[in-house]
């Protein structure tokens, strides 16, 4: 790997210990992939304050510096974490204080989280706590090269803004932190962006809903590669681009799309493909996209559903307003939760909006900062849920063994008035 004078001497320690040994790991990951260079970032979304078992361990052992060290920058040494180098923001993370009584999660991890939040906002790590960090604030411009984790995340930064990220891992962007570098791979190099597969939408796309579906299909068939889609899309808003790429990195592992005329990267379908003619198409059509509704509520079968869950990835504050609406003046079935995951700086304005009240007054609940699949944990008791996130449908029954039912924002809300799901596809 060629190294430039300033990698050169933050290697050697120049910068100080902590630096030298994330320039190690990025040398050591760059030189695994046959990685000629490393490119200048400035945009960080990693994981610090994330709370674990092993974490308190380490802090336990010697401080968040240790933990740091060991988790972030794959090193056992004793050094002190200096100030990030460049902006660096935390991602989803544990659930915080205002979630006790609601979620069954542990005070300890809210105890350590709430160390870790102190500790690293001092050197510099912006506490967002969320999945979306392109909903507050978060906003790299076109070709900006990133260093992100959380696949939502890194396939909404590629594709709909333009920006270039690998889906990166908590030690890369821990030791991206501390050095401003990442090894250039990838989703970093124009040769590696350009359109694999096309896909011919044949059927009516034009809710986030329909976007997940479209999705969830296209990742099954295009895996990690590139696809671009084409036909009767229609307009699509930031939220049904948020679904759909969640949805395509779960089923798949899609981290960069193309729709011409929209996304940044291809005004036409030639420019998509990099002048290369573009290979057949897939169609997504009304079997196709009846089949993968089925798909996604093949796992589940008691139409009880002891818990709704919205806001996967975290919720736009349209999301809120239009889960709002369908509860107002309602209350949800005595044997049933609610909560929306959004990230903590929409729910405050979801609180001034009134919003927050007209969910919590009839039994609801934002919650921020985390979700179910990030912290393993829903209502004790949960054998069914509901959810009008393709992500969420794919993951939580894996990993929490419970019945899926997927449908739409309105259909889940009905679910949790009922209390038995009675969605279907329209
Ligand atoms: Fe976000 Fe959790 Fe979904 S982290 S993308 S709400 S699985």
């Known amino acids: 790997m060629i190294l430039s004078d300033d990698e050169k001497m933050m290697l050697d320690g120049v910068a100080g210990p902590a630096v030298a040994a994330a320039m190690d790991l990025l040398v050591r990951y760059g030189e695994a992939l046959d990685c000629a260079h490393l490119c200048d970032v400035r945009n960080v979304a990693g994981t610090m304050t994330q709370p674990s078992p092993i974490k308190a361990k380490l802090v336990a052992q010697g401080g968040w510096d240790k933990a740091y060290a060991v988790i972030n920058l794959d090193c056992d040494d004793d050094i002190e974490i200096p100030d990030m180098r460049v902006p660096t923001c935390q991602l989803q993370q544990g659930f915080g204080p205002d979630a006790e009584g609601v979620v069954p999660y542990p005070r300890g991890r809210i105890e350590l989280q709430n160390d870790a939040e102190a ?55 821990g ?10 791979w990838g989703n970093h190099l124009t040769e590696n962006r350009y359109g694999t597969h096309l896909v011919d939408v044949r059927v009516g796309v034009d809710d986030f809903l329909d976007w997940g579906m479209l999705g969830y299909f296209i990742g099954e068939i295009v895996q990690e590669q590139r696809p671009v889609v084409v036909g009767g899309i229609g307009q699509p808003e930031p939220i049904d681009l948020k679904h759909f790429g969640a949805a395509a990195a779960s089923s798949g592992g899609v981290e960069l799309y193309h729709i011409p005329g929209i996304t940044p990267e291809a005004p036409t379908v030639a420019a998509a493909f990099g002048g290369v003619e573009p290979p057949d198409a897939i ?102 849920f509901a959810t009008d996130s393709a992500k969420q449908a794919h993951y939580l029954p894996a990993f929490l063994g419970i019945e899926a039912w997927f449908g739409s924002l309105e259909d889940c809300v009905d679910a949790a008035v009922t209390g038995s799901w009675t969605g279907g596809l329209r």
């Open 119 to 173: 500790f690293y906002g001092r050197r510099g790590v912006s506490i967002l706590a969320t999945c979306t960090p392109y909903q507050v604030g978060n906003i790299p411009v076109r070709g900006e090269h990133c260093a992100w984790m959380e696949s939502s995340a890194v396939v909404y930064a590629n594709s709909v803004l333009g920006a270039r990220t690998n889906c990166e891992g908590t030690a890369s962007t």
């Open 283 to 384: 169609h997504y059509g009304p079997r196709e996209r009846r089949a993968t509704y089925e798909d996604l509520n093949s796992q589940g079968s008691t139409s009880d559903v002891d818990f709704v869950l919205l806001g996967c990835p975290h919720a736009s504050i349209d999301q809120i307003w239009r889960a709002a609406r369908a509860l107002d003046g309602r209350r949800l079935s005595s044997g049933t939760q609610l909560w929306i995951m959004a990230p903590r700086a929409l729910k405050t304005i979801a609180d001034r909006s009134g919003y927050t009240e007209i969910i919590e007054r009839a039994g609801g609940r934002i919650l921020a900062d985390s979700c179910p699949a990030m912290s393993q944990v829903v209502p004790v008791g949960t054998r069914v």
């Open 175 to 184: 030791a991206a932190s501390l050095t401003g570098k990442i090894p250039c």
